[in-house]
């Protein structure tokens, strides 16, 4: 058994594309391996900035032959058919073949033997190959080249079984090959020259002492404890942030963590302009006071270089810099406060929103409008307060600071309404009003809020749908998915009962956002075809009575009653469903209820009395919403449906009366149970 | 052709390649400086110009005329494009009317200077030689966190776009690292490798200062020392307010136009150079217009599309010239 170890050194790797470049590398050299037979224990693969690597185990160092026999056509078959199977075996006459009886009759036999050998043979191709896949998020060319990689290759290791595989990748033009050998380069300034290596374990250590750590989950744990460890120091919190500290491990081969400080002068501006500035910007990372929780003065920075002054020239240069953004945010900060939100509206006329849906002035009407609809149907929203915060919600849009960081919108609106002394609720309701922003992001819950918020998502939904932009397979440029999800988690967890429709002028619209509760509630164990079966029965356009209908069925689908009414149910559809299709005229005659006089068979009495008891529970429960005892009703018909199909013919030869009652009978049953939700389109 | 070029001495140019072998097989580069360590902005110019001819970059001057950046450079707009190697540097004076702040912010201006590089095709070793030219201006590297961060590039008005990363020195953005991949909207032949050092942001960094106008323009024991702010200062205030109150945006909107229309004649004629010319002017026109506020946001849109379009068509034109022979072209 062998180890193949592969490392393909570059120019600087974007973080983004680090991790997802080492794992298509792995999986493309796996699946190459699969495909020529051979076979391995375990594959790793790791990413630094400036190189991707993997590691192969237990690989054999040779093949055997293996022989494949396949079939052909008949003996004497059409030479079409003799071409077709002489070509896919890849031989050239039939001489190569053999005619065997397999019993059935002669037929041709081809035994093709793939021949085996040293690994180290295979290898070269399957490398180049998952080279050539590999798909990088976007590539380039350099120097003369025609070949795509992420940034210029500059070597490329390729051992097996500790030896050196002939190979090389040429990227064309007039430029040199890049051959396969046995040596890389370390850390780009605390490492010179090159280093020749003779296995994976060789090469790990002797990273390791050119200041290169491999793992990425390595360099993200030195991260993390280096700024505890600096933050424990400092008697402060590191904020946690995961995705900062994912692109920062790929920033760096490296790490070494440092305390920088944040100038006195910075610290009135809003936090959160303090953050969006250090982590976009800078790449810092945010610490907070142990009391209360607020932003510290302090940040964690990693830098990728072990400074002979001990780092004390790096921090100063940070804290340099940051100092240099944030009178940038601090100057943004002081001039937008000369200015009301009121004042900015004009400018919103110049900022379009779309061409076909005019500018950020056009929407904020539409969303005024909305605003005021919709606060009659919040619970301690009131419509003044609602149009207020409309008319101001993008008025940040406009601001110095959001011009330069267009991620604080919104944030920025709340904190220059409280500047002016706006009411708390309206300044909520502009900060609150992007929200949520996805589905890990916070939902609005203050009335107001929960307004703005959905008159924002609303318009944005019914304006491009009406403009023809819907969403397409995996295009969404306007995020309407995300907004349809938006409304629905508003809705949902604030229980606000709002008439859609009423904001709805397309039909296709609701079926939209039906198709995105089915998704948003999947996750909630909430079955697909429960709410397909409750938004069948078509005109609910309020989620909160259409999920607790849906809710009431799943639970009642789950006891014994409710899978055996299904059954039942099912029986009676397919019955009527069989000789409606046979009588086409059938439909009209067996709607309404069964005549009491034809009733013959006690079973069939029965079953119309728990109709009718049913139909008198069913239609006030679900009148008063009272879905749970809807079900509690239906329930009631089990048993006798279960006599009725056990003892009872429906479909009498010889009497024809007798016969239409019994199919009204089973209608009626179908017409009641269908009233609660379109039990055809439960899945059984 | 009557005047002699001058040449490089023989001996130099001998030196200068054996050093490149020797630096390709270096991971860093320590290449004693021929300059000292600069102190004030004419020296870093000098000692980038200095570092880059030694590469084997032609010195070139600033192109005369208005530009938003070095890139516009004929040196890089379109000899970036057709078969034939080129190195070159200069210093680019680079006009952003809507930069402007009346000489009262410490970073923005209206007018400052790009140091520019660009190596077509691309050497391997490339990103060595970038670093050799930190060493040169005093950034050393034992002191220092340089980084390389994503940052792909893209200019609308000449249909061009690169990818390469923001260089960090200490979190700090000191240069533009780009590969051109497209230029005019046309595949390159070769890749250029183009470094723009923003070098009013790189002095006040090298030389600590707070505020662009106190930067040493040149040496402090000069017989007559200034500062930036000397050189500089009033035509900030002067020109900011010619940029955003008294240009004429009605000569401007014609001049827009008339370039426009040159610019295409002159295609037609298969003269891209002077095309050339004319689009430059048209995009400058643009920009104060820009400037002046009197572009909306749709419109705003199409002017970037037209003169992506002359740009675009000067660029084609260009590339004829380049791979059709000169007797051809002659006649």
Redesign the interface.
């Known amino acids: 058994m062998a180890e193949l170890l592969l490392e393909l050194l570059s120019?600087?790797i974007?973080?983004?594309m680090q991790a997802r470049g080492a794992e298509d590398l792995k999986r493309l050299v796996c699946d190459g391996l699969k495909a020529a037979g051979l076979v391995f224990s375990e594959a790793r693969a790791f990413a630094t900035?400036r190189r991707l690597a993997l590691v192969i185990e237990g690989l054999p160092t040779a093949r055997e032959d293996v022989t494949e026999e396949r079939r052909g056509p008949r003996v004497g078959a059409p030479e079409q058919a003799v071409q077709g199977f002489l070509k896919a075996a890849g031989l050239s006459s039939l001489e190569q073949a053999e005619k065997r009886d397999t019993g059935k009759g002669a037929f041709w036999f081809a035994v093709v033997t793939k021949k085996g050998g040293p690994t180290a043979e295979a290898l070269p191709g399957i490398i180049e190959a998952a080279m050539k896949a590999l798909p990088w998020p976007?590539?380039?060319?350099?120097?003369?080249?025609t070949m795509n990689w992420v940034?210029?290759l500059?070597s490329i290791i390729a051992l097996f079984d500790g030896k050196v595989l002939a190979g090389e990748i040429a990227p064309g033009?007039r430029?040199?090959p890049v051959p396969f050998g046995d040596t890389t380069?370390?850390h780009?300034?605390l490492?010179?020259?090159e280093i020749r290596v003779s296995g994976f374990a060789d090469y790990c250590a002797k990273l390791e002492t050119a200041h290169v750590m491999l793992d990425p989950a390595e360099r993200k744990r030195i991260i993390l404890e280096g700024a505890e460890k600096l933050c424990d120091g400092a008697q402060i919190a590191l904020k946690a942030d995961e995705g900062l500290l994912e692109e920062v491990a790929g920033?760096?081969e490296w790490p070494v963590p440092m305390l920088g400080t944040i100038d006195a002068q910075f610290m009135d501006v809003p936090p959160e302009v303090l953050v969006v500035s250090m982590r976009t910007h800078?790449r810092?990372f945010a610490t907070a006071r142990r009391s209360d929780g607020g932003l510290a003065n302090r940040f964690v920075?990693v830098?990728?270089?072990v400074?002979?002054?001990g780092g004390a020239?790096?921090v100063?240069?940070?804290e340099?810099?940051?100092r240099?953004r944030l009178?940038?945010a601090k100057f943004f900060w002081d001039q937008d406060r000369t200015v009301l939100l009121e004042e900015r509206l004009p400018a919103l006329k110049?900022?379009?929103f779309h061409?076909k849906l005019g500018?950020q002035a056009d929407r904020v009407t539409r969303i005024e409008i909305l605003a005021d609809k919709i606060a009659a149907f919040v619970p301690g929203a009131d419509s003044a307060g609602a149009i207020l915060a409309a008319h101001l919600c993008k008025a940040d849009l406009v601001s110095g600071m959001v011009g330069e960081f267009p991620e604080l919108q919104g944030v920025m609106g709340r904190y220059y309404a409280l500047e002016e002394k706006l009411p708390p609720a309206i300044a909520d309701a502009i900060g609150d009003h992007y929200a949520p922003a996805g589905p890990n992001d916070r939902c609005p819950t203050a009335p107001l809020s929960i307004v703005v918020a959905l008159a924002d998502k609303l318009d944005t939904l019914t304006s491009f749908w009406r403009i023809g932009e819907k969403p397409t397979g995996s295009r969404d440029p306007f995020a309407l998915r995300r907004a349809a999800l938006g409304i629905i988690r508003i809705i949902v967890e604030n229980g606000i009962r709002l008439p859609l429709r009423q904001f709805f002028e397309a039909d296709d619209l609701m079926a939209f956002l039906a198709e995105r509760l089915k998704v948003q509630m999947r996750g909630r164990g909430v079955r697909h075809d429960v709410v397909d079966a409750v938004f069948g029965l078509g005109g609910e356009d309020d989620l909160v009575r259409l999920l607790a209908r849906v809710e009431a069925v799943q639970s009642f689908l789950a006891t014994e009653d409710g899978r055996n009414l299904l059954t039942a149910y099912g029986r009676a559809a397919n019955i009527v469903r069989a000789e409606e299709k046979k009588d086409k005229a059938l439909a009209g005659r067996i709607a309404g209820v069964p005549d009491v006089a034809l009733l013959e068979q006690v079973e069939e009495k029965n079953v119309a009395d728990a109709l009718a008891a049913a139909s008198r529970l069913v239609r006030p429960a679900l009148q008063g919403e009272d879905y749970a005892g809807a079900m509690t009703a239906l329930a009631g018909l089990r048993r006798p449906l279960d006599a009725l199909f056990d003892k009872v013919t429906v479909n009498v030869v010889d009497k024809p009366d007798l016969r239409l009652n019994r199919l009204k009978l089973l209608n009626e049953i179908r017409a009641t149970m269908d009233s609660v939700a379109d039990f055809s389109r439960i899945e059984g | 052709m009557g005047v002699a070029p001058i040449l490089p001495h023989r001996k130099n140019g001998l030196k200068s390649r054996k050093d490149k072998a020797f630096r390709a097989?270096?991971?860093?580069v320590s290449e004693p400086s021929a300059r000292p360590k600069p102190t004030c902005f004419q020296e870093l110019i000098l000692t980038l110009q200095d570092y880059w001819a030694r590469q084997g970059c032609l010195i070139l001057q600033p192109y005369d005329m208005e530009m938003g950046a070095g890139t516009f450079h004929t040196a890089t707009t379109l000899r970036a494009l057709g078969p034939k190697p080129w190195y070159a540097a200069y210093v680019q004076p680079s006009r952003r009317p809507t930069d402007g702040r009346y000489g009262e912010n410490?970073?923005r201006l209206q007018h400052y200077y790009q140091f520019q590089a660009i190596l077509k095709?691309?050497?391997?070793d490339i990103?060595e030689r970038y670093?050799g030219s930190l060493q040169a201006i005093g950034i050393d590297?034992?002191?220092?966190?340089?980084?390389?961060?994503?940052d792909?590039w893209e200019s609308p008005t000449l249909g061009a776009w690169?990818?390469g990363?923001e260089v960090w020195?200490?979190?700090?953005e000191i240069t533009q690292f780009t590969?051109f991949?497209q230029v005019g909207g046309i595949e390159?032949?070769?890749?250029s490798?183009e470094i723009t050092y923003g070098l009013e942001r790189l002095a006040m960094?090298l030389f600590?200062k707070?505020t662009v106008y106190e930067l040493p323009f040149n040496r402090a024991d000069s017989d007559v020392p200034l500062t930036y702010g000397d050189v500089f200062l009033q035509n900030e205030q002067e020109q900011s307010a010619y940029n955003f109150k008294h240009a004429d945006t009605q000569m401007l909107f014609r001049h827009f136009a008339d370039a426009e229309k040159e610019c295409a004649g002159l295609v037609a004629k298969r003269l891209p150079l002077p095309a050339y010319e004319q689009c430059i002017k048209a995009s400058h026109c643009f920009n104060l217009l820009d400037a002046r506020g009197v572009i909306?946001?749709?419109e705003r849109q199409s002017y970037i599309l037209r003169v992506r379009d002359l740009a675009k068509a000067c660029c084609e034109a260009w590339l004829a010239t380049q791979m059709a022979p000169a007797a051809e072209r002659a006649a």
């Open positions: 120019e600087e974007p973080a983004r900035p976007k590539s380039m060319k350099w120097g003369s080249g940034r210029p500059q033009g430029m040199a380069r370390g780009r300034f490492s010179q020259g920033l760096v800078q810092y920075v830098a990728n270089n400074a002979r002054d020239t790096i100063d240069g940070n340099r810099v940051l240099a009178s940038d110049d900022v379009v061409a500018t | 097989s270096g991971n860093t410490p970073n095709p691309s050497p391997p990103l670093l590297t034992t002191l220092h966190d340089i980084r390389f961060v994503e792909d690169g990818l990363w020195c200490d979190g700090m590969y991949q390159v032949d070769l890749v490798g960094y600590d707070k909306g946001v749709a």
